[in-house]
């Protein structure tokens, strides 16, 4: 059973937007930070975003303003708004959830997000 199921990855122009969605597992993770990660080819893992049960957000600085993390508890489900897209946000996007406003300690397969000069 899968936990975590993403969606929303493709190709967009520079400049554009795409929104990512998540829907995750009420009874593994209803009481978890749920996050976004991303990785680019020939780079680390990186923080992106994560969002408390609360609904408090935390952001990768350099993203502050054009990505957005937003949560449904109802619907288990996490978003993630990216908008201005560059081609530096290339990467696999990791849905993510764990007990700390990082959290990494569980993931779900990746969505690739292209975006073109």
């Known amino acids: 059973q899968m936990q975590m199921v993403v969606s929303g990855g493709g190709l967009v122009q520079a400049g554009g937007s795409l929104r990512l969605s998540c829907a995750y597992s009420?009874?593994?993770?209803?009481?978890?930070?749920m996050g976004w990660f991303r990785q680019s080819p020939g780079k680390e893992r990186e923080f992106v975003a994560s969002?408390?049960?609360?609904?408090?957000?935390y952001y990768q600085d350099s993203l502050v303003g054009r990505f957005t993390i937003s949560r449904d508890s109802a619907k288990n489900m996490v978003y993630l708004y990216m908008n201005s897209l560059k081609p530096d946000d290339t990467a696999v996007y990791y849905c993510t959830a764990g007990r700390t406003s990082r959290p990494a300690d569980n993931w779900g397969q990746g969505t690739q997000v292209t975006v073109s000069s």
């Open positions: 969002i408390s049960v609360r609904g408090d957000t």
């Open positions: 009420e009874r593994s993770f209803a009481t978890y930070f």
